[in-house]
């Protein structure tokens, strides 16, 4: 009787139609599709250019970030340096490893406290002439030693020597071959330090899916290829980034395409996305396009140059976690949301608060730099991508899920330490009645609805379960709102 009771208030709380218009089943298995998850992120860098705008980070700023993150638990995180906002003088060229150190030292403290595994490296070289010179693998190497031995950042589990070198706006401009040989330098050098080699690994190729650079001697996808055939003894960690559109995503296209990246990576090793977000510039999201043109025009903060202006809208919440649903469930083994917070870079890193990189769940210096508290404010999607995070912890097992293809719903499931885990997203315009089967009996869970404008929070903004204590022998019938996004789980936290 109890269980009935609590559909009709799932009922109530969803504003679900008296005669839904849509009924089919989820059957949960305990068939491990994808073992060993990394885990959810988010991109993290340490404020290269707060005190050029004018404003470092402040205790205060630094604590709103920790509580954020403590209901968060990333249990990935991607953190890449411009070398010369930390150890390099572009003035003198002089190396200095503790230059500027505190925030990143801040960050990476975080992540050590917490357990969070993070692959850390640079964007480019301190210099684009730099690109090959033994001089610049030299300094990263030993910056690096620096940071996860004398230090003691045992976080850092992966390292990126280039960000996106196929990229016609990275130093190497698509030349595979000048990014290998730079690996292998940094690889060699890396074994002039005592153990930094076991605890580090490289990770790669870092490149962008879809991309194709003329300049480049492969496709996309053939970077990966190409690394595991030539690569394969120094690459620890397959790596990709995606910035798909929403109805690439939408259509199930984005899940067919990342096949074949997947397919290269040899079975031995894992894949992940090191950063992800959306972009509106195919066709099929022409409108998105436009309103996105619309608020770049407006914000005195942006050009749009390198943005998303639709983070702040409701949608974007029901996006990320479908984007994530279908790595996980796709076999790759991580995802880092582009990006945690608007105060972390401007285009090109030029210091312009006009053109800042504005994708964020906030921008921590709203007030301070921008003249915009408001800013500081947490914004929707962080509601749905820290339960994503949050519930599917590191060591993960993503399950198998079967039911019949239903327009606009996706479902993921993940097992962790005999706990279950289960989200549904449905971007659709139809409610649904759903009826869940696992394959045991399901006990002490909690369920968190993401529905616009009815969304359950603490006074901090942070999600609230609408039900605990939730139980049943199996199967859970559910009503499944249009626009709405369910996470039912008994994973706990001490």
């Not at 009996?441 to 909690?446: L, P, Q």
């Amino acid at each position: 009787m109890w269980k009935f009771s609590l559909v009709a208030l799932v009922a109530l709380v969803l504003g679900a139609c008296n005669n839904p218009q849509q009924q089919f089943s989820v059957a949960i298995t305990n068939e491990v599709i994808n073992p060993n998850y990394i885990g959810n992120g988010v991109q993290w860098d340490a404020y290269p250019e707060a005190e050029i705008w004018g404003a470092a980070v402040s205790d205060k700023d630094w604590n709103t970030l920790y509580k954020r993150l403590d209901f968060m638990k990333p249990n990935y995180v991607r953190c890449l340096i411009n070398s010369p906002f930390r150890y390099f003088d572009a003035e003198t060229g002089a190396y200095d490893r503790t230059r500027n150190i505190e925030p990143l030292e801040r960050l990476l403290q975080y992540c050590q406290d917490n357990n969070i595994t993070v692959l850390f490296g640079e964007f480019n070289p301190p210099t684009w002439d730099m690109k090959d010179d033994p001089k610049w693998i030299t300094m990263a190497a030993d910056y690096l030693n620096y940071l996860v031995n004398d230090l003691g950042f045992s976080c850092i589990k992966y390292y990126n020597l280039f960000n996106e070198p196929d990229g016609n706006w990275a130093s190497t401009n698509g030349d595979f071959y000048l990014w290998k040989k730079m690996i292998y330098a940094f690889h060699d050098e890396m074994q002039k330090y005592p153990g930094l080699a076991e605890q580090v690994k490289i990770a790669g190729p870092d490149i962008v899916k879809d991309y194709n650079n003329s300049a480049s001697p492969y496709k996309s996808y053939e970077w990966v290829e190409q690394t595991a055939k030539q690569m394969d003894d120094v690459i620890g960690l397959y790596d990709i980034h995606a910035y798909p559109g929403q109805h690439q995503v939408r259509s199930g296209a984005f899940a067919e395409a990342i096949k074949i990246y997947k397919a290269q990576v040899p079975a031995d090793k894992q894949i992940i996305f090191g950063e992800a977000g959306y972009k509106y510039w195919r066709a099929e999201d022409s409108l998105l396009m436009q309103e996105y043109e619309r608020r770049a025009e407006a914000n005195p903060n942006t050009k749009g140059s390198d943005s998303n202006m639709l983070v702040y809208d409701f949608f974007y919440g029901l996006d990320m976690p479908l984007l994530a649903m279908e790595v996980m469930n796709g076999g790759y083994s991580a995802v880092a949301a582009w990006m945690l917070d608007d105060a972390m870079h401007s285009q090109n890193d030029a210091g312009n608060t006009e053109d800042i990189k504005l994708w964020g769940m906030w921008n921590i210096l709203g007030e301070e730099v921008f003249g915009m508290p408001e800013e500081e404010e947490i914004r929707p999607w962080f509601y749905s991508w820290s339960l994503m995070c949050r519930y599917f912890p590191g060591g993960t097992d993503i399950v198998k899920v079967e039911y019949e293809d239903q327009p606009g719903v996706r479902v993921v499931s993940g097992v962790f330490q005999d706990k279950r885990t289960i989200a549904l997203v449905n971007f659709s315009d139809n409610d649904y009645d759903v009826l869940l089967t696992l394959p045991e009996a399901f006990k002490n869970g909690k369920m968190y609805f993401y529905v616009n404008e009815d969304m359950k929070k603490d006074e901090n903004g942070f999600p609230v379960p609408v039900f605990t204590g939730v139980e049943f022998n199996q199967d859970f019938p559910i009503q499944l709102s249009n626009q709405s996004f369910v996470l039912l789980t008994n994973v706990e936290y001490l």
